[in-house]
């Protein structure tokens, strides 16, 4: 019974394709995470959304663009992708709490989406 | 300079060692502090959070200095199993739902 799951867990596609990532958690957290880690595992922020509203949105480009169709999903879009978009792409989940964040949470991770773009 | 700094290693040591991992964060006004573990191929699962008085797991001891603002992981009597990738995240002080992590630092325990 996965916590927070994600798919595809390997994509390989040719430059300039679209494509999405889905993630979706059953554990009734309220903040979900996109990360990227790049080939020398820095595991980077990109986006943080909870109760299906966006609230962290890190410097990623514009052909990056995530989804939430509710507080269990977490989607993310890809368009006319790039060599430089090849990492794995985590989604983590955790809960708010009594303060109104996450930050003395544990994020819980998705099992990552390998990328690579040809 | 990055949000937080780890030494890469790789710390090669073998078994029934202690071992002890630093790190460095920027932002002064960061509040929580973890240690996660990453093992090859797979996601990063928390191994411990980092109180402010210190705490202990077990074999794990994680002590946490604002002064200097670094945080420290000890691991007493290292098992095969505790060889992957340590990392330490830091949350973003008041951005307090931004966490950065540290690029990790890797514990090869040998027989």
């Known amino acids: 019974d996965t916590a927070v799951s994600q798919t595809p867990k390997y994509l390989v596609t040719q430059m300039g394709n679209d494509k999405s990532i889905k993630c979706e958690q059953n554990?009734?957290?309220?903040?979900m995470y996109w990360y990227k880690q790049d080939s020398k595992k820095f595991l980077k922020i990109m986006f943080s959304?909870?109760?299906?509203?966006?609230?962290i949105n890190e410097t990623v480009p514009n052909r990056f663009s995530p989804k939430s169709p509710d507080k269990a999903h977490l989607n993310l879009h890809i368009n006319s992708l790039e060599l430089g978009d090849s990492a794995v792409y985590f989604c983590?989940?955790?809960?708010?709490?009594?303060?109104?964040?996450?930050?003395?949470?544990?994020?819980?991770f998705g099992p990552g989406t390998r990328l690579t773009v040809l | 300079r990055k949000e937080v700094e780890q030494d890469p290693g790789p710390f090669n040591v073998p078994e029934g060692a202690t071992v002890a991992f630093n790190c460095t964060y920027s932002n002064s006004a960061s509040q929580s502090f973890f240690w996660y573990r990453q093992d090859c191929r797979k996601e990063p699962k928390l191994l411990m959070s980092?109180?402010?008085s210190g705490n202990e797991d077990g074999r794990f001891t994680a002590q946490l200095n604002r002064a200097s603002q670094y945080i420290s992981l000890l691991i007493r009597d290292s098992k095969l199993s505790d060889s992957a990738t340590y990392l330490c995240v830091v949350n973003g002080g008041y951005n307090f739902n931004k966490f950065y992590f540290g690029s990790g630092t890797k514990l090869n325990v040998k027989p």
């Open positions: 959304y909870n109760n299906k509203e966006l609230i």
């Open positions: 554990l009734g957290h309220d903040t």
């Open positions: 983590a989940s955790s809960q708010e709490d009594s303060s109104g964040g996450s930050s003395y949470n544990e994020q819980f």
């Open positions: 980092v109180y402010s």
